[in-house]
Protein backbone atom coordinates (compact mmCIF):
# COMPACT_ATOMS: atom_id res chain seq x y z
CA UNK A 1 0.00 0.00 0.00
CA UNK A 2 1.10 3.67 0.17
CA UNK A 3 1.60 3.81 3.92
CA UNK A 4 2.14 2.04 7.11
CA UNK A 5 -1.54 0.21 7.91
CA UNK A 6 -2.73 0.01 11.58
CA UNK A 7 -5.60 -1.63 12.70
CA UNK A 8 -8.09 -1.25 14.81
CA UNK A 9 -7.73 2.31 14.62
CA UNK A 10 -9.45 2.54 18.43
CA UNK A 11 -9.54 -1.32 21.00
CA UNK A 12 -11.27 -0.49 24.41
CA UNK A 13 -10.62 -4.14 25.86
CA UNK A 14 -11.47 -5.52 29.98
CA UNK A 15 -8.24 -5.86 31.96
CA UNK A 16 -7.07 -9.38 31.69
CA UNK A 17 -7.98 -10.08 27.90
CA UNK A 18 -5.98 -10.81 24.95
CA UNK A 19 -5.77 -8.01 22.11
CA UNK A 20 -4.17 -8.67 19.00
CA UNK A 21 -2.60 -5.10 17.11
CA UNK A 22 -2.01 -5.76 13.22
CA UNK A 23 0.26 -3.45 11.36
CA UNK A 24 0.43 -3.56 7.37
CA UNK A 25 4.05 -2.17 6.17
CA UNK A 26 5.15 -0.49 3.24
CA UNK A 27 5.45 -3.18 0.85
CA UNK A 28 9.08 -3.96 0.08
CA UNK A 29 9.93 -2.26 3.38
CA UNK A 30 12.46 -4.73 5.21
CA UNK A 31 12.40 -3.06 8.44
CA UNK A 32 9.62 -2.95 11.06
CA UNK A 33 9.29 -1.30 14.36
CA UNK A 34 6.97 -1.08 17.29
CA UNK A 35 6.37 1.75 19.69
CA UNK A 36 4.47 2.58 22.06
CA UNK A 37 3.91 6.25 22.77
CA UNK A 38 1.94 7.23 26.45
CA UNK A 39 0.84 10.42 27.45
CA UNK A 40 3.41 13.03 27.51
CA UNK A 41 6.24 10.59 27.31
CA UNK A 42 8.18 10.04 23.99
CA UNK A 43 8.16 6.98 22.30
CA UNK A 44 9.29 3.81 23.52
CA UNK A 45 11.07 1.06 21.94
CA UNK A 46 9.22 -2.37 21.88
CA UNK A 47 10.34 -4.75 18.83
CA UNK A 48 12.16 -4.09 15.69
CA UNK A 49 12.29 -6.77 12.61
CA UNK A 50 14.87 -6.37 9.94
CA UNK A 51 14.52 -9.08 7.01
CA UNK A 52 14.86 -12.65 7.94
CA UNK A 53 16.92 -11.86 10.84
CA UNK A 54 15.85 -12.20 14.40
CA UNK A 55 13.67 -9.73 15.97
CA UNK A 56 15.25 -7.55 18.80
CA UNK A 57 12.91 -7.95 21.68
CA UNK A 58 14.64 -6.14 24.35
CA UNK A 59 11.94 -3.37 24.26
CA UNK A 60 9.15 -5.36 25.14
CA UNK A 61 8.21 -4.77 28.26
CA UNK A 62 7.30 -8.13 29.99
CA UNK A 63 6.55 -11.62 28.84
CA UNK A 64 2.61 -10.87 28.52
CA UNK A 65 4.28 -8.86 25.08
CA UNK A 66 4.92 -10.44 21.52
CA UNK A 67 5.06 -9.99 18.02
CA UNK A 68 5.69 -11.91 15.10
CA UNK A 69 6.08 -10.62 11.77
CA UNK A 70 4.73 -13.25 8.75
CA UNK A 71 6.35 -13.35 5.27
CA UNK A 72 8.48 -10.72 5.88
CA UNK A 73 5.59 -7.87 5.70
CA UNK A 74 2.32 -7.97 8.28
CA UNK A 75 3.12 -7.80 11.90
CA UNK A 76 1.38 -8.56 15.03
CA UNK A 77 1.70 -7.32 18.21
CA UNK A 78 0.16 -9.67 20.99
CA UNK A 79 -0.85 -8.25 24.40
CA UNK A 80 -1.34 -11.26 26.62
CA UNK A 81 -3.71 -10.28 30.01
CA UNK A 82 -4.06 -6.92 29.67
CA UNK A 83 -2.93 -4.65 32.40
CA UNK A 84 -4.24 -0.78 32.76
CA UNK A 85 -1.07 0.35 32.18
CA UNK A 86 -0.65 -1.06 28.73
CA UNK A 87 -3.63 1.65 27.78
CA UNK A 88 -1.20 3.80 25.37
CA UNK A 89 -1.04 4.50 21.69
CA UNK A 90 0.74 1.67 19.83
CA UNK A 91 2.80 2.78 16.62
CA UNK A 92 3.97 0.70 14.01
CA UNK A 93 6.98 2.13 11.66
CA UNK A 94 8.54 0.68 8.67
CA UNK A 95 11.59 1.49 6.72
CA UNK A 96 13.83 0.16 3.73
CA UNK A 97 16.49 0.24 6.42
CA UNK A 98 17.70 2.13 9.40
CA UNK A 99 19.86 4.72 7.78
CA UNK A 100 16.57 5.39 5.55
CA UNK A 101 13.26 7.90 6.58
CA UNK A 102 10.64 5.81 8.52
CA UNK A 103 6.97 5.43 7.63
CA UNK A 104 4.77 5.82 10.79
CA UNK A 105 1.43 4.23 10.97
CA UNK A 106 -1.67 6.13 12.74
CA UNK A 107 -1.02 4.28 15.13
CA UNK A 108 -3.94 1.87 17.47
CA UNK A 109 -5.16 3.21 20.61
CA UNK A 110 -5.53 0.70 23.42
CA UNK A 111 -7.28 1.62 26.21
CA UNK A 112 -7.76 -1.14 29.08
CA UNK A 113 -10.67 -0.59 31.70
CA UNK B 1 17.10 8.15 31.09
CA UNK B 2 15.88 9.95 28.34
CA UNK B 3 18.79 11.08 25.64
CA UNK B 4 16.60 13.57 24.09
CA UNK B 5 15.35 16.71 25.46
CA UNK B 6 13.00 19.30 24.42
CA UNK B 7 11.16 22.52 25.59
CA UNK B 8 9.59 23.54 25.98
CA UNK B 9 6.60 21.38 26.60
CA UNK B 10 3.94 23.15 25.08
CA UNK B 11 3.37 27.05 23.84
CA UNK B 12 0.46 29.01 22.43
CA UNK B 13 1.07 31.29 19.30
CA UNK B 14 -1.07 33.37 17.50
CA UNK B 15 -1.27 32.60 13.36
CA UNK B 16 0.99 34.05 11.71
CA UNK B 17 3.84 34.53 13.93
CA UNK B 18 6.77 32.63 14.83
CA UNK B 19 8.09 30.14 17.04
CA UNK B 20 10.76 28.06 17.55
CA UNK B 21 11.54 24.70 19.41
CA UNK B 22 14.50 23.36 20.67
CA UNK B 23 16.25 19.74 21.34
CA UNK B 24 19.31 19.18 23.29
CA UNK B 25 20.84 15.51 23.23
CA UNK B 26 23.15 13.39 24.78
CA UNK B 27 22.83 10.58 21.75
CA UNK B 28 26.71 9.44 21.17
CA UNK B 29 27.94 8.30 18.54
CA UNK B 30 25.36 10.73 16.31
CA UNK B 31 24.06 9.76 13.51
CA UNK B 32 21.23 12.13 11.96
CA UNK B 33 18.71 14.06 13.50
CA UNK B 34 14.98 14.39 12.57
CA UNK B 35 11.99 16.41 13.22
CA UNK B 36 8.59 14.77 12.87
CA UNK B 37 4.95 17.07 12.98
CA UNK B 38 2.64 14.43 14.76
CA UNK B 39 -1.45 15.66 14.38
CA UNK B 40 -3.56 14.60 16.73
CA UNK B 41 -4.49 10.86 16.51
CA UNK B 42 -2.27 10.61 13.50
CA UNK B 43 1.45 9.10 13.03
CA UNK B 44 4.49 11.21 13.15
CA UNK B 45 5.21 12.73 9.64
CA UNK B 46 8.59 13.48 8.93
CA UNK B 47 9.90 17.40 8.29
CA UNK B 48 13.55 17.45 8.55
CA UNK B 49 16.31 15.24 8.32
CA UNK B 50 19.83 16.28 8.99
CA UNK B 51 23.67 14.49 9.44
CA UNK B 52 26.18 15.90 11.33
CA UNK B 53 27.96 18.21 8.78
CA UNK B 54 24.54 19.51 8.00
CA UNK B 55 23.72 22.88 10.32
CA UNK B 56 20.41 23.90 8.55
CA UNK B 57 17.80 22.29 6.60
CA UNK B 58 14.17 23.51 5.44
CA UNK B 59 10.83 22.23 4.35
CA UNK B 60 8.73 25.14 3.53
CA UNK B 61 7.78 27.46 6.50
CA UNK B 62 9.84 24.71 8.73
CA UNK B 63 13.60 25.23 9.07
CA UNK B 64 15.66 22.97 11.32
CA UNK B 65 19.20 23.89 12.45
CA UNK B 66 22.10 21.96 14.37
CA UNK B 67 24.49 22.13 16.08
CA UNK B 68 26.38 19.05 16.57
CA UNK B 69 29.39 20.17 18.99
CA UNK B 70 26.79 21.66 21.51
CA UNK B 71 24.46 18.93 20.72
CA UNK B 72 21.84 21.18 20.36
CA UNK B 73 18.44 21.54 17.23
CA UNK B 74 15.82 23.76 16.78
CA UNK B 75 12.82 23.80 14.83
CA UNK B 76 11.75 27.64 13.67
CA UNK B 77 8.02 28.11 12.04
CA UNK B 78 7.93 31.00 9.81
CA UNK B 79 4.38 32.46 9.81
CA UNK B 80 2.43 29.99 11.33
CA UNK B 81 -0.99 28.25 10.48
CA UNK B 82 -4.03 26.80 12.30
CA UNK B 83 -2.73 23.43 10.61
CA UNK B 84 0.86 24.12 12.17
CA UNK B 85 -1.14 23.25 15.59
CA UNK B 86 0.40 19.28 16.16
CA UNK B 87 3.01 17.49 18.86
CA UNK B 88 6.80 18.02 17.30
CA UNK B 89 8.97 15.21 18.04
CA UNK B 90 13.29 15.27 17.75
CA UNK B 91 14.31 12.73 17.00
CA UNK B 92 17.89 11.31 17.19
CA UNK B 93 19.82 8.05 15.82
CA UNK B 94 22.99 6.62 17.24
CA UNK B 95 25.39 5.72 14.33
CA UNK B 96 25.27 1.83 13.03
CA UNK B 97 22.28 1.39 15.84
CA UNK B 98 18.55 0.79 14.19
CA UNK B 99 16.97 2.02 17.71
CA UNK B 100 15.82 5.55 17.67
CA UNK B 101 15.90 8.11 20.77
CA UNK B 102 12.60 10.39 20.97
CA UNK B 103 11.86 13.64 22.65
CA UNK B 104 8.43 13.96 24.52
CA UNK B 105 7.40 16.48 21.91
CA UNK B 106 6.43 20.43 21.93
CA UNK B 107 2.84 20.69 21.54
CA UNK B 108 2.05 23.57 19.67
CA UNK B 109 -1.28 25.56 19.30
CA UNK B 110 -1.82 28.13 16.93
CA UNK B 111 -4.85 30.47 17.18
CA UNK B 112 -6.49 32.45 14.97
Known amino acids: GAGVSQSPSNKVTEKGKDVELRCDPISGHTALYWYRQSLGQGLEFLIYFQGNSAPDKSGLPSDRFSAERTGGSVSTLTIQRTQQEDSAVYLC???????????FGSGTRLTVV | KNQVEQSPQSLIILEGKNCTLQ??????????LRWYKQDTGRGPVSLTI?????NTKSNGRYTATLDADTKQSSLHITASQLSDSASYICVVSEKNDYKLSFGAGTTVTVRA
Open chain 2, 50 to 54: MTFSE
Open chain 1, 93 to 103: ASSRGYNYGYT
Open chain 2, 23 to 32: CNYTVSPFSN
